[in-house]
Each structure stands twice: as C-alpha cells, then as structure tokens.
C-alpha cells in the first residue's frame, strides 16, 4: 500500500516536471498566490517572519507580471486577506 503512494507522487512529480507551459489560469492562480503571500509575509515580524522567502517571492511575482497588473494583483490580495480594499478605512489594521 506505501508503494502505490510513493508510485502516485513520483508520477505526479514527474508530470508536474514534465509540463512544458502553464496555461492562463494557471499563471493567474500562480500570481494571485504569490501576492497573497507576499502581503501575509510583510505583516508577519519577529522570530517567525521570513525575509529571504518575502524577498524572493516579491522577486518572482514582478518578474512573472507586468507593472498594471501587479497593483491588480496587490489590491486582490489585499481584499482575500483583509476583506476590504487597500483605500478603506478598515483594510489599515
């Protein structure tokens, strides 16, 4: 029974390392995801805050999108994490 485990990660690894392209969903999934976690990440400090995971996830996301859609993304992000937009009264706390 371990053995079938082991063989379904090794196959969805394989087709994971396998798959040339990404398609547009995929992208947006991918970027939405950063940015979440890139605000998350800024609001976390002290001894479980991760600078260099915070660094390098920025670094992705504005190499995988454009300026425009970065503020997108952004201001997505913030609303997932806070419920409200960056400009409202309640998304400063």
């Known amino acids: 029974m371990v053995r079938r485990d082991y063989d379904?990660?090794?196959f969805l690894m394989i087709e994971v390392i396998t798959m040339a392209t990404?398609?547009?969903r995929d992208m947006h999934l991918i970027k939405k995801a950063l940015a979440i976690s890139v605000l998350v990440l800024e609001k976390q400090t002290?001894?479980?805050g991760s600078p260099?995971?915070?660094f390098?996830?920025?670094l992705l996301l504005e190499r995988l999108t454009d300026?425009?859609?970065l503020e997108h993304y952004m201001r997505s992000a913030q609303i997932a994490v806070t419920g409200s937009p960056p400009d409202s009264p309640s998304s400063s706390s």
């Open 8 to 10: 379904g990660l090794a």
């Open 22 to 24: 990404l398609d547009l």
């Open 46 to 48: 002290g001894p479980f």
């Open 52 to 54: 260099n995971d915070l």
């Open 56 to 58: 390098d996830m920025k």
């Open 67 to 69: 300026r425009s859609d």
